[in-house]
DNA sequence: CTGCCTGCAAACTCTTTGCACGAAT
DNA sequence: ATTCGTGCAAAGAGTTTGCAGGCAG
C-alpha cells in the first residue's frame, strides 16, 4: 500500500467522520508518510511546515489523534515525556519494540503471539484486551564498545 | 520480607549510599509500603503527610528515585501522563501489568518468559537487553454489563 | 452562508530546580 | 561546624484549550 493509497484512505476517513479535508490535515499527513522512522510530534510539525508553512502546532496535536483513529499512524508510548508515532500502513498490532538506549532508536519486531497472551491472562480476571504493548529496553553493545554504531548519530 | 525488615534495609541503603536518615525520608517509606495497591506520587505525598506533615511535594520527588534504586519500589509506567509505584518488597521483573481501562486498577501477573524474549529477540540487533515491559490494556466484562464491579469505585 | 477548522497564546499537568533555611552527622 | 536535605515557589516540557478570524462544503 504506498502513500497515494493511504491518502485517499485517509481521506475517505475523514468523510466518513464527517470531518473537513483541510490542506493542514493533509499536509500532516504527508509529512507523517514521509518519514522513515517513528517521529515526535514537534518533528512532525517541522516536516509538516516543509509542505505547508501555514501549519501550527495546535493543528499538529489535533489531527495525531485522527491519523492514530484511522490506523494509518501507530501511537507508540515508551516512557519519555513525549510520545513517538510512525505511519503504520499494513502491519497489526502484534508488534513489539526494542528501544536502543544509546541510539534512541526504535526497532518493530514482530511479535505474534501477543494476542494469544492478553487474552489468555486476561481472561482469568474477567478482562477483555484491548491493546497490549511489549517493549525491551536494551543497549548497543558495538557503541559501547568502541564508541560508535551505525544507527548513532 | 515485612515492613521493618525492609524500612531497616532502606536505612542500611541510604547509609551505603552515603545519604542522611531522614525523619522526611523514612514518613516516605512507610507511607509507601502503608500503600496496599499501586500509588502515584501525589497520592504518596497524602499519606506521608499523614505521618509528618512537615513532607512537602518536592522531597517525595527527591525520594522516589532513591527508593526504585533501592529496588523497594518499583516505577511503572502506564503511559498516562504521570507514573505509577508500588512497594516491592521481594518480587523480581518479571511481571507483567493488566491495566483495566474502567477501574483504572493495575493488576501484577508473573511473566517468567520476559528475560527470556528479551534476550533472544535483543541479540538479532546486537543489543543487550536491560528491562522489559508487558502490559495489557483490557476492559472490565462485569462492569460494561452491569455498571458495577467489585474494583470499582 | 454556516459552522467546522485554524493559528496564536495562554493554560494545564506533572515533575524538576534554585534558593535560603534547617537538621543530621 | 559542615554539608546535605528540605520547603517553597517558580520554572520546565509536552500537550491542550479558548478565542477570534478563515476556509471547506
Redesign the pocket.
Known amino acids: 500500500m504506498n502513500i497515494d493509497e493511504c491518502r485517499e484512505r485517509f481521506r475517505n476517513f ?2 466518513d ?9 493533509i499536509a ?1 499527513f504527508d509529512a507523517a508518510f514521509r518519514i522513515e522512522n517513528h517521529f ?3 518533528e512532525l510539525l517541522d516536516h509538516a511546515r516543509e509542505i ?1 508553512s ?12 485522527i491519523l492514530t483513529e484511522s490506523s494509518l499512524v501507530r501511537e507508540i508510548d515508551v516512557g ?4 513517538f508515532y510512525f505511519a503504520n500502513p499494513e502491519k497489526g498490532n502484534q508488534q513489539a519494540q526494542i528501544l536502543c538506549e544509546d541510539c534512541d532508536k526504535i526497532f518493530e519486531i514482530d511479535a505474534p503471539f501477543l494476542d494469544w497472551y492478553g487474552n489468555s491472562v486476561s481472561s482469568k480476571f474477567g478482562l477483555k484486551p484491548v491493546s497490549q504493548r511489549l517493549q525491551i529496553s536494551a543497549q548497543c553493545t558495538e557503541y559501547r564498545a568502541t564508541g560508535a554504531c551505525k544507527n548513532h548519530s
Open positions: 475523514l468523510n467522520q464527517g470531518l473537513r479535508i483541510t490542506n493542514q490535515r500532516i515526535t510530534a514537534e505547508d501555514s501549519v501550527s502546532r495546535a493543528t499538529v496535536y489535533r489531527t495525531l489523534p519519555k515525556d513525549f510520545k
